[in-house]
Each structure stands twice: as structure tokens, then as C-alpha cells.
């Protein structure tokens, strides 16, 4: 399957995060790797896309942070910012799907093959 373009995803990266959260927390590094296998490896992400988006959640109180300093304990390397949703994250969530819902059956609509 062909990866999906930039562009395309401009918007929707915000509700991607949160959906992944929404599922259990985790580091930056394992969210991307979430969004890559749950996206069959269509969707590859930069740490440089990741973090801002993260950082604009956590400001907006849609997902909350704290330091796992488990990692660093055994010194395997530095500590992590480990990211989960909160509970404005998900009603924020719920608002993200139905847009999307609504958008897609549109966009099908025109976008189908004439009969």
C-alpha cells in the first residue's frame, strides 16, 4: 500500500494522536510506532510532526504528561514523557470522529465512480 502524503494529513494528526491515547499511554516513540502499525506502515511519521502536535495537546489540557523515570532507573537511558488522554481529550475525541464521519461520507459521495 502506497504511504499517505502530507497534506492529506494536515488536520487530522491531533485526532490520530488522541485516538491512539484513547487506546493506553505511552512515549513519543511508542506512538509513532502505534500509528505506523496501525496504519500499516502507511503512515510514517517524524518525530519532528509528533512532538509539536503533543506538546499543542498537553497546552490545550487534552492530554496530560508525566515523567517515567523507570527507563532511566535502569540505566537504559534517559527518562521519558509519557503522554495519556484526558478526559477533555476524549470528548474532544468524540467531536474529531463525528467531523470525520460526516467529511468522509461527503467526500465518498463525490469522490465515487459514476454508474
Keep these: 500500500m502506497s504511504k499517505i502524503e502530507k497534506d492529506m494529513l494536515r488536520g487530522h494528526l491531533d485526532g490520530l494522536v488522541l485516538s491512539i491515547l484513547e487506546k493506553d499511554s505511552g512515549h513519543g516513540y511508542d506512538i509513532l510506532k502505534r500509528?505506523?502499525?496501525?496504519?500499516?506502515?502507511?503512515?510514517?511519521?517524524?518525530?519532528?510532526?509528533?512532538?509539536?502536535?503533543l506538546y499543542r495537546l498537553e497546552e490545550a489540557a487534552l492530554v496530560k504528561a508525566r515523567w517515567d523515570e523507570s527507563n532511566a532507573a535502569k540505566s537504559k537511558g534517559p527518562r521519558r514523557r509519557v503522554y495519556s488522554i484526558t478526559p477533555k481529550g476524549e470528548k474532544m475525541l468524540g467531536r474529531q470522529r463525528e467531523k470525520w464521519t460526516h467529511f468522509s461520507q461527503i467526500i465518498g459521495r463525490i469522490m465515487e465512480a459514476p454508474s
Excluded at 500509528?35 to 502536535?53: C, F, I, N, V
Design 35 to 53: 500509528l505506523r502499525e496501525e496504519s500499516q506502515d502507511t503512515l510514517q511519521l517524524k518525530e519532528g510532526s509528533l512532538y509539536p502536535a
